[in-house]
């Protein structure tokens, strides 16, 4: 494998920024890893592993190795009369992987349909949407020690899932590369449906049968009328994460706001809208020339043409700042900020 120079990476990130990479690289197979890792040794520089680019914000060039991960495979690993083991490589377009399973009538992954990106990065901030998250589905996640090569199989609870969060993200980043990953689906057909207007739009949409591909369908429809298509206008999705509160600040910020949106997690832990929280700073539909704040779901900031990833960021700076001026609430990035 050859690494180019100074590759330009705005067709490799959603939000669109322009920022170069020192050099440039895809990775087809984990067996380039001990490749990259003698040219690496020649010339040690920070190394970047990227799937769709749909969860990253650059804020400068990268100098560095980009390697961007292509690796491809879907496969039937193993199945019983109710469950199914399916194995997808990291390179592989996430909603192809769901796809997949809505193909093979597996249950579990339809909610998360129409989320961009790989399945690599999946497990890493155990992506979430409609009352679903991957962690309910992930097995195993098979991964290689960057600095000894050893492969390690991580169970589902070895890899600490939280939301948007997980090992992947705390002890063992930057120190790993995600191969694969191994979902478990059910056969048996069972829907989360509970979540915002998702029974509605199945009704609308397929009244009389649901099945895999009208959930599937609901949800895409219900992204669509919010969520910007990043091919038309950059954005890496939510750029904050909901922040989670005891029920003391709960209780203060009722007191202070009856209309404060929340959701209960745990007897002691809520989770907050951050979207309501922006919003009420005024900050939805906000626009400075190329950049600015979605009309529709202000968690997501949006680049709508060569905006740069210092634009946004200071932007979100600034967003944080008064988020926390009136609620005494800290947002925190959801995106990787490079
Ligand atoms: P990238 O942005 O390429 O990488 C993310 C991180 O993972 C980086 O730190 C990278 O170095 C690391 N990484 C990538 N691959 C590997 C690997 N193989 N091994 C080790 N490290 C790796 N997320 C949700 O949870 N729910 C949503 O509903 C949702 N909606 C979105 C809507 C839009 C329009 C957009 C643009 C984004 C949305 N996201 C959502 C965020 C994003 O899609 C997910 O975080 C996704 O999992 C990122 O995948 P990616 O391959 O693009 O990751
Ligand atoms: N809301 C407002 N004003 C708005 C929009 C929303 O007050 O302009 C309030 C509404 O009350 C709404 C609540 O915020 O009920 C939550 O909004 P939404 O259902 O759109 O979800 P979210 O919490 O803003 C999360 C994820 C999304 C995921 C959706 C759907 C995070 C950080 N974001 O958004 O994930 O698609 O739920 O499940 O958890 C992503 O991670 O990139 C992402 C897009």
Not at 228 to 240: C, V, Y
Not at 246 to 261: A, C, M
Request: glycine share 8%.
């Amino acid at each position: 494998m050859q690494f180019e120079d100074n590759v330009e990476l705005k067709m490799l990130n959603t939000f669109g920024v322009n920022a170069k990479a020192r050099f440039y690289s895809e990775l087809h197979a984990k067996d380039d890893l001990k490749q990259i890792a003698t040219i690496i040794d020649d010339n040690p520089k920070p190394l970047l592993f990227l799937g769709g680019g749909s969860n990253v914000l650059f804020t400068q060039d990268f100098d560095g190795y980009v390697v961007q991960v292509v690796s491809k495979g879907i496969r039937i690993v193993s199945e019983s009369e109710n469950e199914c083991f399916v194995e997808a490589t990291a390179g592989e377009v996430w909603d192809d992987l769901v796809r997949f399973c809505i193909h093979h009538n597996l249950y579990g992954l339809e909610n998360l349909s129409g989320i961009p990106g790989t399945v690599g990065s999946s497990p890493i901030q155990n992506i979430g949407a409609y009352g679903v998250e991957v962690k309910e589905c992930i097995h195993q996640v098979n991964a290689v020690r960057l600095d000894d090569f050893e492969e390690l199989q991580l169970m589902n609870k070895d890899c600490l899932f939280g939301y948007r969060d997980s090992i992947f993200k705390g002890a063992l980043k930057g120190k790993i590369f995600i191969d694969s990953v191994v979902f478990c689906l059910s056969k048996i057909a069972h829907f989360t449906l509970n979540y915002g207007c998702i029974a509605d739009e199945i009704k609308r949409i397929s009244p009389n049968i649901t099945d895999l591909k009208a959930v599937s369908n609901a949800i895409v429809n219900i992204r669509n009328s919010k969520i910007p298509d990043p091919k038309l206008i950059g954005s890496a999705g939510s750029f904050f994460k909901n922040p989670m509160v005891d029920s003391h600040k709960l209780n203060q910020l009722i007191s202070e706001f009856p209309n404060l949106i929340y959701y209960k997690i745990t007897e002691q832990s809520f989770k907050l809208a951050a979207a309501w929280l922006i919003e009420q700073c005024g900050w939805k539909g906000f626009r400075k020339g190329n950049f600015g704040v979605n009309q529709l779901q202000p968690l997501i900031l949006v680049n709508y043409g060569d905006a740069s990833g210092q634009d946004i960021l200071h932007l979100s700076h600034q967003m944080q700042q008064s988020v926390f001026t009136k609620f005494g609430i800290e947002l925190h990035p959801e995106v990787n900020i490079l």
